[in-house]
């Protein structure tokens, strides 16, 4: 046989998956419609947590505690870029839509991974972006929307990728930028801003969703003649900081939007005297107008680093003979709140510790205000050791909560600590220059003496209001595992330095099934199904906050944790 004869048939067989590839036919692009969004189907993942409700769902149960030891991954997609990968993958009728660090986002067919096309977010040199993360799209109509790092709302054709629309919202000169999915409701396009580390006025805003025109914004630190500004003292309110750094969650019967805010800052206690409205709160906002019609504060004049940018997700529990429309949150102060929404308010219904937690020394049983330990508190030129840790007992990364075993999961960071040195003198505000008021070198983070674990996942039944089992991570490994649960009786998750993607029995916590993947995973997990095909798909790309605590337990631990950057898109099916 010749050279050329061996070569042909070889270079065939190279090229076979990409004529395989050129032959799929694309999807046909369906619009995501109002009626489709408040009520998604259950083969799709229509938005960030599958529904407005924020409770990360997913009704299918091909995939189940029988058969989910038989997953394997069916097709991966490598993102080309590094960082922290956290956005799920979105899917409308066969068609995935993700982004990744550095606003690219992709469109993939779901049933094979083909790339269907691809935007990237072209930048100026200067661009600043503290947190090299995107946390998903959103899908209305014919379009898809993007929150960019460089505080744009970007408009793309779901269907070619090719941008309709640009809007500036914010000055990243100054650190504002966007790292959250945007939130669609009542045609308008809702963001709201990152950078609260650097003296900005966080605030969320809302754009029209087919022109691109600022709607409304509305600032999370009231201004002078507005309810709250009395909390603040002197010109501290602009540069207060609160971000708010994840999409908000949606109550159509209430024609209410719930986000989560920032802390504020400088964080030394007395560089930021009074309650800080609406610093470390949920705060009700309508869709149309941007008004804030109520807010619940979790914690007051926060200076140990606990943003509650988490919103509560909407949940319906049964206390003392009724039902109640509850806000259920997981707080990073280490309390699981429980909240009743209302048309006029929020109220207070019960919080519990979920982790150990020793800053707060009561909780007024009528409005849910903490009282605290001050010696605990941060100030400016003294330090402070505290528990949990300033990463919280959780942080970001979503709880979710089974609608048929009635279980509410967390992705939990237990017995873990931090200590804080609050800067000799705090500097002037400088837009775009870091205004935090600590010394970052001098922070630590470590366990408790005598931890047996750090990372874990608890269930917790809302209406009794105790815990039902707890899955330890082996290996004093960490959580940042955002978690997906399923009809077919199952909580997934990654998050821990051991690179696994893991499958949980929903009522009993027992370890079923897991996978090493390229990275570690922090990204939302979603679930969706192709011709009759259950599939569970993730991101797996380590970085930002999960890859800054391990170099933090790395020094306190004397340990030498090390896990690989690079993002790829995983898709599982059972075989």
């Not at 849910?368 to 050791?385: A, C, F, I, N």
């Not at 990364?397 to 873990?416: S, V």
């Not at 955002?482 to 998050?495: E, H, M, W």
Request: glycine share 10%; charged share 20%; hydrophobic share 40%.
């Amino acid at each position: 046989m010749t050279l050329l004869n061996k070569v042909v048939p070889a270079l065939a067989a190279l090229l076979l998956p990409l004529a395989v590839q050129a032959q799929q036919k694309t999807p046909e692009y369906t619009p995501v419609t109002e009626a489709r969004l408040l009520k998604p189907e259950a083969h799709n993942w229509l938005m960030l947590r599958g529904n407005y409700n924020g409770q990360g769902y997913s009704p299918l149960d091909k995939i189940n505690t029988t058969n989910v030891k038989r997953l394997v991954p069916v097709w991966s997609y490598s993102t080309g870029q590094l960082e922290g990968h956290q956005a799920p993958p979105l899917v409308n009728n066969g068609i995935m839509f993700i982004t990744t660090p550095r606003n690219q986002v992709l469109a993939l067919n779901a049933k094979t991974g083909a790339l269907i096309w691809r935007y990237q977010r072209e930048f100026a040199e200067d661009v600043s972006h503290p947190h090299p993360t995107s946390r998903g799209v959103a899908l209305f109509n014919d379009k898809v929307y993007l929150a960019t790092m460089d505080a744009f709302v970007v408009c793309l054709d779901a269907r070619t990728g090719k941008m309709v629309w640009e809007t500036k919202l914010g000055e990243n000169k100054a650190n504002y930028y966007f790292t959250l999915a945007p939130l669609i409701a009542k045609g308008k396009v809702m963001v709201g801003s990152s950078g609260g580390e650097y003296g900005i006025r966080g605030f969320i805003a809302a754009v029209d969703a087919e022109t691109g025109k600022e709607a409304w914004r509305t600032y999370m630190i009231p201004g002078p003649g507005e309810p709250g500004h009395e909390t603040w003292q002197g010109d501290q309110w602009k540069t207060g900081g609160v971000s708010v750094w994840v999409t908000g969650h949606y109550d159509p019967k209430l024609n209410l939007t719930y986000w989560g805010t920032g802390n504020a800052g400088p964080w030394p206690s007395d560089a930021h005297p009074g309650d800080n409205l609406y610093a470390t709160s949920v705060v009700a906002i309508e869709p149309e107008t941007g008004k804030i019609r109520s807010h619940h504060q979790y914690h007051w004049n926060d200076n140990w680093d606990w943003d509650e940018v988490s919103p509560p997700l909407l949940i319906d529990i049964k206390r003392a003979g009724r039902t109640i429309p509850a806000l259920v949150h997981p707080a990073r102060n280490g309390y699981l709140w429980m909240l009743e929404r209302k048309q006029d308010g929020i109220g207070f219904v019960d919080a519990k510790a979920y982790v150990k937690q020793n800053v707060f020394t009561a909780i007024d049983p009528k409005t849910g205000r903490p009282s605290y330990d001050m010696d605990k508190r941060l100030l400016v030129g003294k330090t402070t050791t505290f528990c949990p840790s300033h990463w919280g007992g959780k942080d970001w990364p979503p709880a979710a909560f089974n609608p048929k075993t009635n279980l509410l999961y967390i992705p939990a960071h237990e017995n873990l600590c931090s200590t804080l040195v609050g800067e000799a003198k705090i500097a002037a505000y400088a837009p775009g220059k870091r205004y935090v008021g600590t010394e970052a070198a001098k922070t630590r983070v470590f366990p408790q003496e005598g931890a047996k674990n750090i990372g874990e996942v608890q269930a917790w039944d809302l209406n009794s209001g105790k815990r039902v089992w707890t899955y330890p991570f082996p290996d004093m490994n960490i959580n940042w595992g955002p978690l997906l649960t399923t009809a077919g009786g199952l909580v997934f998750g990654g998050g821990s330095a051991d690179r696994k993607f893991r499958a949980l029995d929903a009522r009993s916590g027992k370890l079923l099934w897991e996978f090493v993947t390229n990275s570690g995973i922090t990204a939302v997990p979603s679930s969706y199904m192709v011709d009759g095909v259950q599939y569970i798909a993730v991101q797996s790309g380590w970085g930002v906050d999960a890859q800054k605590m391990v170099a933090r337990l790395n020094g306190s631990m004397k340990t030498n944790v090390s896990v690989p950057q690079g993002g790829v898109v995983w898709v599982f099916a059972v075989k």
